[in-house]
């Protein structure tokens, strides 16, 4: 099943299946690690659900939400 990742819950996790964004918020994604093949799990969300931290490659990330919608996920 495939999501995006901003309608991911605490605890779910995924793999990086599509980058659907162009431009600067696709290389932005691309220099934090989110490519294809990696693993993502959500690890917890801002009081108002922005921005969202995640673990991808080991590190603690935290993507607002509008990056987080432009991430294709297949869930795990």
Known sequence: MEKRLNEFNVGEKG???KIVAEGNIRRRLFDMGVT???N???K????L????EVTIR?????LRKSEAEC???EVE
């Open 15 to 17: 793999i990086v299946r």
């Open 58 to 62: 080991g590190y603690e990330l935290t």
């Open 49 to 52: 659900g922005d921005p969202i």
């Open 71 to 73: 991430v294709l996920m």
């Open 40 to 42: 993502i799990i959500v």
């Open 44 to 47: 917890k969300f801002a009081s």
């Open 36 to 38: 294809p093949g990696a």
